[in-house]
């Protein structure tokens, strides 16, 4: 992880207007073997919500903060496999067809939301069609609560670095408030934005320009 680029935000309770209010593993559910590895929303300009400081990307102290803050309880060692396996079933059900990737590396879980259903260009305004979809995660997490949830905000190389960090993070900044808005605890939650500075295809194409631009969701178990 860059954490030059990257800067690391705690979100906290938000105040926002809404327009419309690796490894491998067996998956238990269909025993596949997977690897490891327009605005009718939300206007948000570029101080998103409340934010409460600067967060050290520590997991171990994140964990600590949302056992005594969020009412979460740990998961024991021998469960973390399973209790991530229904997760992750849960979240490709309600996923399904939407767009969205759920890759599983180890215990964690990454959902890749693409441009095409998130931002458009040079906005963090939320999608229209992108409300249903979050409000899906959403339903997960309240559902599994001892998971920490960071969202990152990534940008195509197109106009100036610092330009796309703030895009970036702005982004970051609107899903984990939107999270938040709807029942995800903030102690749970945690924003950051990498600008330009994680590619996953090459910026010389439009095509690949379009899988840059994307949010991604890191979901990690509490454990003991």
């Known amino acids: 992880m860059n954490m030059q680029k990257g800067r690391w935000l ?12 690796g490894c491998s593993t067996i998956n238990p559910y269909t025993g596949e073997k997977q690897t490891a ?6 206007v948000i300009g570029g101080a998103v919500g409340a934010i409460l400081g600067a967060a050290t990307g520590d997991k171990e ?4 903060r949302a056992l005594k803050g969020a009412g979460v309880g740990a998961i024991a060692g021998g469960g973390v496999g399973y209790y991530m396996d229904t997760q992750e079933a849960k979240l490709r059900e309600k996923l399904e067809s939407t767009g969205v990737s759920v890759t ?12 095409a259903i998130t931002f458009d260009v040079n906005s963090s305004a939320l999608k229209a069609n992108f409300f249903s979809v979050l409000d899906s995660v959403n339903l997960v997490l309240k559902e599994y609560k001892s998971t920490l949830v960071t969202v990152a905000g990534h940008t195509d190389s197109s106009g100036a670095d ?4 703030r895009l ?14 709807n029942g995800v605890a903030t102690e749970r939650l945690a924003a950051v934005g990498y600008g330009e500075s994680q590619p996953v295809a ?3 194409t439009a095509e690949g320009k379009a899988r840059n631009r994307r949010v991604e969701i890191t979901l ?5």
Not at 10 to 21: D, E, H, N, P
Not at 162 to 165: A, E, G, P, Q, R
């Open 61 to 64: 102290s994140r964990k600590k």
């Open 37 to 42: 590895k327009a605005t009718s929303g939300a």
């Open 202 to 204: 090459s910026n010389d």
């Open 162 to 165: 610092d330009y796309n960090m």
């Open 104 to 115: 599983r590396n180890g215990d964690n879980i990454i959902l890749n939301m693409p441009s």
């Open 10 to 21: 705690v979100v906290g309770v938000a105040v926002v207007a809404l327009g419309v209010s």
């Open 220 to 224: 990690d178990p509490i454990t003991q």
């Open 168 to 181: 970036s993070q702005q982004r970051a900044q609107t899903v984990a408030t939107y999270l938040n808005n």
